[in-house]
C-alpha cells in the first residue's frame, strides 16, 4: 500500500521569504508523486509531479519538489512566497501512473503581508 | 490543460431525496472518472473509480447502492446520492484521466460540489 504523510497542518510565511511544504511517502514500489494546490471555491490544481524521470522537478508559479528516496521524502518549495500562493497544499501519490490517487490530509499556508 | 466541470456547484436538499451531480470533461474523452468527497478541513477520499460502459468500483466502506454512479458517455459521468441524510453532506468533487494522457497519469479535477442536507 501507499500513503503520504504531510509533517505541518499548518505553515505561515511572510510575503517574500522562502516556503518549505513537508511531505513523506510510503510505498512498496517506486511512486508516482504529486503536489496539488486547492484555492477556495475553485478546482484542484496539479503544481507538480514526479514519475521517476528527474528527482528534481519544477512546477507552476516558481514551486518545485526533490524526491529523496533515501529519505521518502517529496517536499515542496519556493524561493519567495507570494500573497496569491495562500491555499490548502495537497501531496498525493500514486502507485500505477492513471489509478485512483492517495491524498495527504494537507497543509494549510498562511502568507502574511 | 483540460477542463472539467461540474453541476451544481451546490445544492440544498431534504433528507431522504436523492441528488444527482454531473461531472463533465468539455474538451476530451475520458474512459476513466474518479469522485471523491472531502470533509470540511480534511483531505479527499476516494469514493470510486467509473469506467465508461462498464460498473463503478467502490472503495472500501463506500455503499454503491447510496451512492449510484453512471458512466455512460465518454464525457460524462454522475454520481447520484440516494436517500441523502444529514450525514451525507460534503464536498464531491469528480476528476477525470483524459485518455490522450493516460500514460502521462495526469488527473483533471471539477471545481468540485458541495451538497447540504438538510
Known amino acids: 500500500a501507499q500513503s503520504v504523510t504531510q509533517l505541518d497542518s499548518h505553515v505561515s510565511v511572510s510575503e517574500g521569504t522562502p516556503v518549505l511544504l513537508r511531505c513523506n511517502y510510503s510505498s512498496s514500489y517506486s511512486p508516482s508523486l504529486f503536489w496539488y494546490v486547492q484555492h477556495p471555491n475553485k478546482g484542484l490544481q496539479l503544481l507538480l509531479k514526479y514519475t521517476s524521470a528527474a528527482t528534481l522537478v519544477k512546477g507552476i508559479n516558481g514551486f518545485e519538489a526533490e524526491f529523496k528516496k533515501s529519505e521518502t521524502s517529496f517536499h515542496l518549495t519556493k524561493p519567495s512566497a507570494h500573497m496569491s500562493d495562500a491555499a490548502e497544499y495537497f501531496c498525493?501519490?500514486?502507485?500505477?501512473?492513471?489509478?485512483?490517487?492517495?491524498f495527504g490530509k494537507g497543509t494549510s499556508l498562511l502568507v502574511t503581508p | 490543460g483540460a477542463v472539467v466541470s461540474q453541476h451544481p456547484s451546490w445544492v440544498i436538499c431534504k433528507s431522504g431525496t436523492s441528488v444527482k451531480i454531473e461531472c463533465r470533461s468539455l474538451d476530451f474523452q475520458a474512459t476513466t472518472m474518479f469522485w471523491y468527497r472531502q470533509f470540511p478541513k480534511q483531505s479527499l477520499m476516494l469514493m470510486a473509480t467509473s469506467n465508461e460502459g462498464s460498473k463503478a468500483t467502490y472503495e472500501q466502506g463506500v455503499e454503491k447502492d447510496k451512492f449510484l454512479i453512471n458512466h455512460a458517455s465518454l464525457t460524462l459521468s454522475t454520481l447520484t446520492v440516494t436517500s441523502a441524510h444529514p450525514e451525507d453532506s460534503s464536498f464531491y468533487i469528480c476528476?477525470?484521466?483524459?485518455?490522450?494522457?493516460?500514460?502521462?497519469?495526469?488527473?483533471?479535477f471539477g471545481p468540485g460540489t458541495r451538497l447540504t442536507v438538510l
Open positions: 476528476s477525470v484521466l483524459p485518455d490522450r494522457d493516460y500514460q502521462r497519469g495526469e488527473q483533471f
Open positions: 498525493v501519490v500514486s502507485l500505477v501512473s492513471g489509478y485512483a490517487l492517495n
